[in-house]
T-cell receptor, first 117, second 113 residues
Framework: DGGITQSPKYLFRKEGQNVTLSCEQN?????MYWYRQDPGQGLRLIYY???????QKGDIAEGYSVSREKKESFPLTVTSAQKNPTAFYLC????????????????FGPGTRLTVT | GNSVTQMEGPVTLSEEAFLTINCTYT??????LFWYVQYPGEGLQLLLK?????DKGSNKGFEATYRKETTSFHLEKGSVQVSDSAVYFC????????????FGTGTRLKVLA
């Protein structure tokens, strides 16, 4: 089955440590996205990538870094510079340009809940 | 700029009640519009979508119509079930440029038996 996988589902880290969240998709989508969700809040865009080896900052990129070395992978690193990293992180992907029998919706992974103490 | 505004929750309904969750948007051009649902501890799942004016998206008894004149995409269901309890997000895809997705803040729905 095609889809997006995120691992791990739960992650615990000590303050001051960098941590990398995994996101893999086998949907052959060009674009990938990372969002942060805090309790009772909507989604805030951290980074997005529309093509391999290129990515753009979203609305809250400070304290985060990403890479896009392969089309199917878009890992997110939460660095020690992120002041409040405890949150639910969602990865998503989508096509970039419309093709026959396809549409623009985003597909989401199951999320990673990061707790930093 | 582009934005999505949806009604604040929580919305609490009895089983078999009629549901409306309002969503309005601001965008240049003709964005694609979506409703997503999120169950506790999970990612978002696409519920329905519409890509042009007057399109009606529908799925699992939920419906929403793309209204260009009122810039709205309200979610409706004629008879809700306990299993519909979740958070619902309205979203748009910007029609050009960086092709970003803009989400509303989400509306929590609680259906009581």
């Amino acid at each position: 089955d095609g889809g997006i996988t995120q691992s791990p589902k739960y992650l615990f880290r000590k303050e001051g440590q960098n941590v990398t969240l995994s996101c893999e998709q086998n949907l052959n989508h060009d674009a990938m996205y990372w969002y942060r969700q805090d309790p009772g809040q909507g989604l805030r865009l951290i980074y997005y990538s529309q093509i391999v080896n290129d990515f753009q900052k979203g609305d809250i990129a400070e304290g985060y870094s990403v890479s896009r070395e392969k089309k199917e992978s878009f890992p997110l690193t939460v660095t020690s510079a992120q002041k409040n990293p405890t949150a639910f992180y969602l990865c998503a992907s989508s096509i970039l340009l419309a093709r026959r029998n396809s549409s623009y919706e985003q597909y989401f992974g199951p999320g990673t809940r990061l707790t930093v103490t | 700029g582009n934005s999505v505004t949806q009604m604040e929750g929580p919305v609490t309904l009895s089983e078999e009640a009629f549901l409306t969750i309002n969503c309005t948007y601001t965008a240049t051009g003709y964005p694609s519009l979506f409703w997503y649902v999120q169950y506790p501890g999970e990612g978002l799942q696409l519920l329905l979508k519409a890509t042009k004016a007057d399109d009606k998206g529908s799925n699992k008894g939920f419906e929403a119509t793309y209204r260009k004149e009122t810039t709205s995409f309200h979610l409706e269901k004629g008879s809700v079930q306990v299993s519909d309890s979740a958070v619902y997000f309205c979203a748009l895809r910007t029609p050009s440029g960086t092709y970003k997705y803009i989400f509303g803040t989400g509306t929590r729905l609680k259906v009581l038996a």
